[in-house]
């Protein structure tokens, strides 16, 4: 476990001992922590809470890589599993918030909040840890922001493409992408959901205080609009997903044009050899010599070819496909 002290309000980091984190965690008026453990649980490890002297009964999900992600306000310490998008997936950070201490725990460097949570620090001089606490829920919802957008241009850009020249790699794409927003969604929405209830709960106090009602009415309406993000991505590839399925009917229809216009053609064809074969007297008595051979057998064959591709000319179905190629 590396446990980092992040200064006030220069952002700068200084790496401690945990007893020195325990015993600044029971003595500082203002600090923020930073734990980092290893990507692999050891289950023979001790928990964080009780390594940094803060256990209690209720935070046994504190520092565990199972905790779903959730809200709660446990009398003066509020804990938090914070969903965070890193790499195209999904990682959780927990925080721990008083109005003495922040303590954040992340695993190896996938959660990669570290550094921009130091320039946040250094931009806005939070003046306690509930306000760096806010910082870090604003900034673990921008990475959901961003990744919706950035799925959301990559989802235009296949649309467009697809108009230009239909590949089957284009759906395999799509189909990622629609996954993509999916997940984005079921990550968000109960932690949002969850946290909504237990910010308006606190807000209805009326020894909540007005600067922090701000800052939840803020974080609030940024959740809201990161929602509309992912949902207009979700939208999205549901419309390209149409786009795709319509430029398919549409190439479908001119096979089946092309297919018609054939039809056209050789059905009278196929007419007049059936009729013509047709062992009937007339047929075998009347018709002997060559010329009436030529006359009927190929003359009426050419007919019927001139006049269907004439009829076809003169048809929509015929400029329709024109107008394609």
């Known amino acids: 476990m590396i446990v980092t002290v992040v200064s006030v309000p220069d952002g700068g980091t200084t790496t401690v001992s945990v007893p020195e984190a325990r015993r600044r965690l029971a003595t500082d008026p203002f600090l923020l922590l930073g734990v980092e453990l290893p ?3 050891d289950p023979a490890e001790e928990p964080v809470v009780r390594r940094l002297g803060l256990d209690d009964g209720d935070l046994e999900w504190f ?18 599993v914070v969903p965070v998008v890193h790499e195209g997936r999904i990682a959780h950070v927990h925080a721990l918030a008083s109005e003495r201490f922040l ?7 996938r959660a990669g909040l570290a550094g921009v949570i130091q320039a946040q620090v250094r931009r806005e001089r939070p003046h306690d840890p509930v306000a760096t606490l806010f910082l870090l829920l604003q900034e673990a919802l921008s990475t959901f922001r961003r990744a919706a957008v950035d799925a959301l241009l990559q989802v235009e850009e296949l649309e467009d493409d697809m108009f230009e ?17 999916a997940v984005l969604h079921h990550a968000l929405l109960p932690y949002l959901q969850g946290l909504d209830e237990v910010i308006t709960r606190r807000m209805m106090s009326r020894d909540f205080p007005v600067e922090r009602q701000r800052l939840a009415q803020e974080f609030q309406r940024a959740a809201r609009l990161v929602l509309a993000d992912i949902e207009s991505l979700q939208d999205a590839t ?13 190439e479908q229809n001119g096979v089946i044009n092309r297919l018609a216009i054939v039809s056209v053609i050789f059905l009278p064809l196929s007419f007049l050899t059936g009729f013509f074969g047709m062992n009937f007297e007339f047929l075998t008595n009347r018709l002997e010599t060559r010329d009436e051979f030529w006359l009927l057998a190929v003359g009426l064959q050419l007919v019927a070819v001139v006049g269907s591709l004439f009829l076809l000319h003169r048809s929509r179905i015929w400029r329709r496909l024109r107008a394609d190629d």
């Open 238 to 250: 549901r419309r390209a997903f149409a786009s795709y399925g319509s430029l398919v009917a549409g």
């Open 63 to 80: 520092g565990r890589q199972d905790a779903s992600p959730r809200a709660e306000f446990l009398g003066d310490t509020a804990g938090f």
């Open 165 to 181: 020249g239909r590949r089957p790699e284009q759906v395999y794409r799509l189909s990622q992408l629609r996954r993509h927003s």
């Open 103 to 109: 303590v954040v725990v992340h695993w190896g460097r």
């Open 39 to 41: 990507e692999t649980e």
